[in-house]
């Protein structure tokens, strides 16, 4: 049974409000409203999920101006904890059982780093707190391996990025297979969640993902982008080609998007085979595009499940 942490957030609530009233007199009661928040979740729809509504923008920016860092770490502790209270009621719209077990691991998680993290985290140029706080604003799925944006579509700019036999494709995908290029489910990944980066994990993460499919008809299936699509790592690391391998042999595509400092980085940072074959010249790290339409994926995931593979 799941069981969201809503006591456990209530109760801190309280306690950063009284702390705030005490330090930071009058600035709270002026800038902290239901409305901002129920803004933050009203306004999950297309675009990065670090994106916020202006008005919330603002008043964070007073909130910095008139209380500094730790003024501002407090602000955002409160918002994420009234976004974990309120999630109950908002999880009342459908959540499979194996994607809501995931977001009371989420949130357990996030309340419990508010004693561990430093002020520094608690701004909105930290990735990893954009994506705390969309995950409790409901715009970035906790999966497991992956969290999941559920409102996200392919870049139709991928037809145009390597050549004829990719416009031909992309075209062919897209009408043949999907129907379109949105909506989509978008996959992005979490250092914290590393431990679930195996061929298991993965798997079980798309077992949560055709879960939400089952339940999202109108959502055209999942997409991702990275370095390790690229058949290129493969050769060099045999140990990510699961990655590859499991959504093309069951109907996924893979579209080559291009190269950049992000792809460089992620690819050479973490592996010294990786970085030397770069430095030498040998392997230039280039992001590639994963689709895999919804149909071919819950086909997949029947099978799965009949072989016995759970959530
Ligand atoms: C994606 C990522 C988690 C994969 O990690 P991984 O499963 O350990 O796979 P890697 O190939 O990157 O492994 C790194 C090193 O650990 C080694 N390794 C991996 N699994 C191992 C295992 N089970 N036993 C021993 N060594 C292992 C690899 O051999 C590799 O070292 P080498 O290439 O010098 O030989 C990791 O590369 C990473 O954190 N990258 C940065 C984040 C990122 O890419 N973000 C972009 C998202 S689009």
């Not at 729809?45 to 860092?69: Q, V």
């Not at 799925?141 to 036999?165: K, M, Q």
């Not at 949560?208 to 493969?234: C, H, T």
């Amino acid at each position: 049974m799941v069981e969201f942490p809503i006591s456990q957030a209530a109760s801190l609530i309280r306690g950063i409000s009284a702390q705030f009233a005490r330090e930071y007199p009058g600035v709270m009661e002026s800038l902290f409203s239901e409305r901002l928040t129920a803004e933050l979740v009203a306004t999950c729809t297309y675009g990065g999920y670090s994106d916020l509504p202006g008005a919330f923008r603002a008043a964070c920016a007073e909130i910095e101006r008139k209380s500094g860092l730790a003024g501002m770490a407090l602000y955002h502790k409160l918002v994420l904890a009234t976004l974990i209270a309120d999630f109950g009621w908002r999880a009342q719209k459908g959540l499979p059982l194996s994607v809501a077990s995931q977001y009371e691991v989420e949130f357990r998680r996030i309340l419990e780093q508010f004693d561990t993290n430093p002020h520094e985290f608690y701004t909105q140029e930290n990735d990893l707190f954009n994506k705390d706080l969309a995950i409790c604003r409901g715009k970035l799925i906790p999966c497991g391996a992956e969290l999941v944006d559920e409102f996200s579509g392919v870049p139709r700019s991928t037809a145009f990025r390597d050549g004829i036999n990719q416009l031909l494709g992309v075209l062919w995908f897209f009408t043949a297979r999907s129907g379109g290029f949105r909506p989509f489910y978008e996959m992005h990944m979490d250092p914290r969640s590393r431990r679930q980066f195996t061929p298991e994990g993965w798997d079980r993460c798309y077992l949560r993902v055709a879960d939400l499919l089952e339940m999202n008809p109108q959502i055209k299936g999942l997409f991702g982008s990275s370095w390790w699509y690229d058949p290129r790592v493969e050769e060099i690391t045999p140990n990510l080609g699961f990655l590859r391998h499991r959504p093309l042999q069951n109907g996924a595509c893979i579209f080559r998007m291009g190269s950049d400092g992000a792809a460089i980085g992620n690819a050479t940072g973490h592996s010294r085979r990786r970085r030397e074959q770069y430095e030498k010249g040998e392997y230039m790290p280039t992001n590639y595009l994963m689709v895999w339409a919804r149909e071919d994926l819950l086909r997949w995931a029947k099978q799965a499940r009949a072989e016995g593979l759970q959530a």
